[in-house]
């Protein structure tokens, strides 16, 4: 089975088809996304606050975007795997090269994504060039997010101007879908119109070609509230809490383990050992 190229995605926007990406970091939840069917897995640097429970992405690493990489791609099959490139680590073109070259080679995957507008053009365009597929991330970006702050970008007249001129000129570098993080869903829908790649949203409306979520708000694994663009479609974390309580209820009690979790050996070897 092969994996899904960009053409693929960019066949679905073609098609009309809505795309459906989710942050995925490991292995075992690799394997389920994959049995789910979704297109397209996206190895998120919201990894910093959700698998090593940062405040913020700002303090993950390349090596730790490798390392999840890797566990994604052993999990998966056919989904066209996309991995962040993590804060401050794509400021010149030399470093983008330098360290795409390693989230590629030892992470795996098949395509990096960047956050910021036309002022990474030139470093979106050289990767590009060089055999990298590159996603884009406009709006609420959270590697600048001591710049930006949580809130709804690009309301006002000037902004929503610099952010669609922003989607044409990563279009114009050579990106070949852009994500649009929690801004007015009628300017996602704007965007999705001017664009001829796919754009995926979150916190943007169904205006968009496409919809990303978070793995942990979609599936409840926190106790607090996920975010206003989230809808939780489980409650695996309550779920895991009543197992892991129920498992050390047991052990208390004695009811854990059975005979059907144990070994036994024969009588006459037992007699023998305790002469
Ligand atoms: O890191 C992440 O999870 C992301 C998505 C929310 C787009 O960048
Ligand atoms: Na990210």
Redesign the pocket.
């Known amino acids: 089975m092969r994996r899904n190229t960009i053409s693929d995605i960019r066949k679905m926007k073609e098609a009309g088809e809505p795309i459906a990406m989710l942050?995925v970091y490991d292995y075992a939840s690799a394997l389920i996304a994959e049995r789910a069917g979704l297109p397209i897995l996206?190895v998120?640097?919201?990894?910093g606050m959700v698998m090593h429970g940062h405040d913020t992405?700002l303090p993950v690493r390349v090596r730790d975007m490798i390392a999840h990489a890797r566990m994604v791609m052993q999990g998966s099959r056919k989904a066209l795997v996309v991995v962040?490139m993590p804060f401050l680590s794509y400021g010149t073109v030399e470093e983008a090269l330098r360290n795409a070259r390693r989230l590629m080679q030892e992470g795996g995957g098949q395509a990096l994504?960047l956050e910021g507008g036309a002022e990474i053009a030139p470093i979106v365009r050289r990767l590009t060039e060089m055999g990298v597929p590159v996603m884009g991330?406009l709006g609420l970006t959270?590697q600048s997010q001591h710049q930006l702050g949580l809130r709804v970008q690009a309301r006002d007249e000037a902004a929503a101007r610099k952010l669609l001129a922003d989607a044409r000129a990563l279009q114009e570098a050579g990106a070949f879908a852009v994500?649009l993080?929690v801004i007015p869903q009628e300017l996602a829908e704007l965007v999705s119109r001017e664009l001829s790649i796919p754009t995926?949203g979150?916190g943007a409306g169904l205006g968009c070609d496409g919809q990303?979520?978070?793995w942990h708000d979609l599936l409840g694994l926190f106790e607090h509230k996920p975010p206003r663009h989230a809808r939780r479609y489980a409650e695996i974390g309550a779920e895991m809490e009543k197992a892991v309580r129920h498992y050390a209820e047991d052990v208390a009690a004695r009811r854990f383990p059975t005979v059907a979790q144990s070994a036994s050996m024969t009588p006459e070897v037992l007699e023998k050992i305790e002469k």
């Open positions: 942050t996206l998120g640097d919201s990894l992405t962040d994504k991330h959270p994500v993080e995926i979150i990303v979520q978070v």
